[in-house]
């Protein structure tokens, strides 16, 4: 069955260290990949997307992220956070057999001053 | 730009009460969805349209229905709303054109029944 795993529920980190959120889905096929961020009350708003090519994607916001298909992740990276940076990030993959985005359970972000 | 509304952002409703969410995208997407979403929790899909008068279950049941009349028009609707339907609704849409793109989402809409 096709599915995404953030193993990570809440992460704290200080600004302006690194971050990385860890993905890992499990998928028949080449994966379209995506991670989003979701400030409180809010919905969704896309960082970055893979679907083919070079596996390091560039987002916005200064987030990256590296598709690594013999480990079957997709972590997303950041090299100095920012304090605006706190939210809930979801990695999602797609399509399945109903052409739906699969999305993980989220890990939530605090940032330490 | 993406242009995906929903309304209202917040609402408090008494139990019993019919109520419907309003999602509108003007991006001319074919797919809509309709996730629910208990605060810091993950998304559950409660349903999905593929166009004009497609309509599908999503994988979380829930006693609410949608229609799609119209492209851009996604309403959801609950008959009697009970304290167990208190959560965020998040609408998203998707081109069904080449290949898989990103949804994009709503604000959401934030339902408290009491």
Same mark, same amino acid.
């Given at each position: 069955?096709?599915?995404?795993?953030?193993?990570?529920?809440?992460?704290?980190?200080?600004?302006?260290?690194?971050?990385?959120?860890?993905?890992?889905?499990?998928?028949?096929?080449?994966?379209?990949?995506?991670?989003?961020?979701?400030?409180?009350?809010?919905?969704?708003?896309?960082?970055?997307?893979?679907?083919?090519?070079?596996?390091?994607?560039?987002?916005?916001?200064?987030?990256?992220?590296?598709?690594?298909?013999?480990?079957?992740?997709?972590?997303?990276?950041?090299?100095?956070?920012?304090?605006?940076?706190?939210?809930?990030?979801?990695?999602?993959?797609?399509?399945?057999?109903?052409?739906?985005?699969?999305?993980? #359970?989220?890990?939530?972000?605090?940032?330490?001053? | 730009?993406?242009?995906?509304?929903?309304?209202?952002?917040?609402?408090?409703?008494?139990?019993?009460?019919?109520?419907?969410?309003?999602?509108?995208?003007?991006?001319?997407?074919?797919?809509?969805?309709?996730?629910?979403?208990?605060?810091?929790?993950?998304?559950?899909?409660?349903?999905?349209?593929?166009?004009?008068?497609?309509?599908?279950?999503?994988?979380?049941?829930?006693?609410?229905?949608?229609?799609?009349?119209?492209?851009?028009?996604?309403?959801?609707?609950?008959?009697?709303?009970?304290?167990?339907?208190?959560?965020?609704?998040?609408?998203?849409?998707?081109?069904?054109? #080449?290949?898989?793109?990103?949804?994009?989402?709503?604000?959401?809409?934030?339902?408290?029944?009491?």
């Amino acid at each position: 069955a096709q599915s995404v795993t953030q193993p990570d529920i809440h992460i704290t980190v200080s600004e302006g260290a690194s971050l990385e959120l860890r993905c890992n889905y499990s998928y028949g096929a080449t994966p379209y990949l995506f991670w989003y961020v979701q400030s409180p009350g809010q919905g969704l708003q896309l960082l970055l997307k893979y679907f083919s090519g070079d596996t390091l994607v560039q987002g916005i916001k200064g987030f990256e992220a590296e598709f690594k298909r013999s480990q079957s992740s997709f972590n997303l990276r950041k090299p100095s956070v920012h304090w605006s940076d706190a939210a809930e990030y979801f990695c999602a993959v797609g399509p399945n057999q109903g052409g739906k985005l699969i999305f993980g #359970q989220g890990t939530e972000l605090s940032v330490k001053p | 730009e993406a242009d995906i509304y929903q309304t209202p952002r917040y609402l408090v409703i008494g139990t019993g009460k019919k109520i419907t969410l309003e999602c509108s995208q003007t991006m001319g997407h074919d797919k809509m969805y309709w996730y629910q979403q208990d605060p810091g929790m993950e998304l559950h899909l409660i349903h999905y349209s593929y166009g004009v008068n497609s309509t599908e279950k999503g994988d979380l049941s829930s006693e609410s229905t949608v229609s799609r009349i119209r492209t851009e028009h996604f309403p959801l609707t609950l008959e009697s709303a009970r304290p167990s339907h208190t959560s965020q609704y998040l609408c998203a849409s998707q081109s069904l054109g #080449q290949g898989l793109t990103e949804a994009f989402f709503g604000q959401g809409t934030r339902l408290t029944v009491v």
